[in-house]
């Protein structure tokens, strides 16, 4: 299994994770994990990006899941929160990219920390 630390922006790198999307998308990204076989050992969020931690088998590839992550939790929240698509007036909540770097098993508890802890740790809350 391979880990990763994956993050990505909102669209226009707008502050839309706040409130009851933020809490609601952390829970999405929890049930398109477990619909989809991925490995979810940690969320976190800033206004205007996430964090996920994720855990691969060999034969899953990054950008289908990420791919998957992005897509689905788009969809939904653009369903559940019809204002946000007039405010962006686009369909996609997240920006196209992404970024990612490999994380070591002896790493897990530090990025996960990490990436529990960012809002705690930068004031945010």
Not at 12 to 18: D, Q, R, S, T
Not at 22 to 28: A, P, R, V, Y
Not at 77 to 93: C, V, Y
């Amino acid at each position: 299994m391979k880990y990763y630390h994956v993050w990505f922006q909102t669209k226009f790198k707008k502050y839309m994770l706040i409130d009851n999307i933020d809490s609601e998308i952390h829970g999405l990204f929890k049930q398109i994990a477990e619909e989809k076989k991925i490995r979810l050992f940690a969320t976190g969020s800033l206004p205007d990006h996430a964090h996920l931690l994720v855990g691969l088998e060999n034969h899953q590839n990054l950008s289908w899941a990420v791919k998957m992550l992005k897509g689905i939790s788009s969809r939904r929240i653009s369903q559940e929160f019809k204002m946000l698509k007039q405010d962006f007036r686009t369909n996609n909540f997240w920006a196209r990219k992404y970024g990612a770097k490999e994380v070591a098993t002896e790493g897990l508890a530090a990025a996960a920390s990490y990436i529990r802890n960012q809002k705690k740790d930068l004031h945010v809350i």
